[in-house]
């Protein structure tokens, strides 16, 4: 994340020290040009909410149509000819890409995702491991904190919980996702030294120009809430979503900047790595309930009890250049057929997709919502081959993503 320090204009990046996710455990959490109208809207109080506020599938909101402007917004993104053309040949390299990658990611299951020690990251990372997680976008980092200290928060945190009944939380008759941001477990999570210098070591997987004011060496912590999850829980089902707002990376003229090799059909160009824009982007133009108006480098979260696939833990698309790319170029695009009309592969290929120029749809990149992937808004993704549980975890171990994964 980066904050502007004023009395010295430096910009700090801040993590999310994403801190509890478990199997009968917790979850303590912390994450590392608007158009004219909404610059001058005033800046309101957010509403009290849980984490349905968050997401449009939590809270059974359908899709809603977009204000007109964003279909104006699609035609200026697209540009002239040359752009088309561009966007056009890198949509057919992207599809291409993405059905390559998709049986390659149904084979390598939790092999593809990034695994080392703490001592080796912290103290001799391999380019080959670099390679990967920059690859992948997320790592597992085993052994950051000791299991007795783990499994000691963990116990902490249920009798915070037992002495707080009134907090409020999600599901509301089984409450899991707990509105907590401050406890002692969840500051003792995020200060470990250890963690801290997980954090440090994360950070400097980025780079940015030597006049930027950004530093890498500084990790904060934005606090987030806690999770328990009761075992066999299935009522608690929060489905793919990226972090980093919504509708914000398309409509903010810098935000928009980030991705510009992707707008320009040259996606293969893009660096996730690069810090670039991000430090200046408005990433909250709309006060959501989960909205944050600086960039997270990183979220993770350390857990507190022996989990794995299968057992509610997290699951990834395990790709960020592909995943992104996809992102930023699925609105420009709309089906000529529809998947009734035609098989899954005559469907997903890049010949049955057109630019569109008439509607404001941005698939389920809602206003004020966090966004969100199904197979109807993102069928090329192919969900449910492609989205892979991370390996197994003992208490103490942490799992890290890209911040705009």
């Known amino acids: ?37 909404m610059g001058q809207m005033a800046r309101k109080e957010r509403e009290e909410g849980n984490i349905s506020s968050v997401f449009a599938s939590l809270s059974g909101e359908g899709e809603k ?34 059905a390559e990658v998709a049986q390659e990611i149904e084979g390598k299951q939790q092999d593809i995702i990034p695994q080392t020690t703490y001592n ?113 829980d299935a009522q608690f089902a929060l489905g793919p979503h990226a972090d980093g707002g919504s509708v914000e990376r398309w409509e903010d003229e810098t935000y928009r900047k980030v991705y510009q090799s ?13 810090i670039g824009e991000r430090a200046l982007a408005k990433q909250s133009m709309y006060e959501g309930p989960g909205a944050c108006g600086i960039f997270r480098a990183f979220q993770g979260w350390t857990s507190m009890s022996d989990t794995g696939p299968t057992e509610g833990t997290l699951k990834i698309y395990p790709l960020i250049k592909e995943l992104t790319a996809y992102t930023m170029m ?21 010949s049955n997709w057109e630019l569109d120029f008439e509607t404001s749809r941005f698939p389920n990149s809602p206003i004020a919502r966090s966004q969100e992937y199904n197979d109807q808004t993102h069928p090329h993704l192919e969900l449910d ?4 549980s991370i390996p197994r975890v003992k208490p103490g171990d942490q799992a890290w993503w890209h911040g705009g994964k």
């Open 1 to 37: 994340m980066l904050r502007t320090l004023n009395s010295s204009r430096r910009i700090l990046i801040q993590l999310h020290c994403r801190g509890i996710q478990t199997h009968a455990a917790g979850d303590t959490t912390a994450k590392l040009s608007p158009s004219s109208m």
């Open 120 to 232: 080796e990251f912290i103290n001799g990372r391999s380019e080959d491991l670099t390679t990967r997680i920059k690859n992948c976008g997320a790592v597992i980092i085993r052994e950051v904190v000791d299991q007795q200290t783990a499994l000691k928060w963990l116990e902490d945190a249920k009798a915070y919980i037992a002495k707080n009944p009134s907090v409020k939380g999600f599901p509301e008759n089984d409450k899991q996702v707990f509105e907590l941001y401050w406890s002692k477990t969840q500051l003792s999570a995020r200060s470990h030294p250890r963690s801290i210098a997980t954090q440090r070591a994360l950070l400097s997987l980025f780079s940015h120009s030597p006049d930027a004011p950004v530093s890498l060496h500084t990790p904060l912590t934005y606090a987030d809430r806690f999770r328990i999850r009761n075992p066999g």
């Open 65 to 98: 149509p977009l204000p007109p402007r964003f279909a104006e917004l699609k035609r200026a993104i697209i540009g002239d000819e040359a752009n088309q053309r561009r966007l056009v040949a890198g949509w057919g390299r992207l599809t291409k890409r993405l």
């Open 330 to 350: 699925r609105p420009l695009f709309r089906e000529k057929q529809s998947r009734s009309e035609l098989s899954r592969e005559n469907y997903l290929s890049a």
């Open 385 to 388: 081959r492609t989205m892979v």
């Open 262 to 274: 992707c707008l320009k059909g040259k996606w293969e160009e893009y660096d996730a790595w690069t």
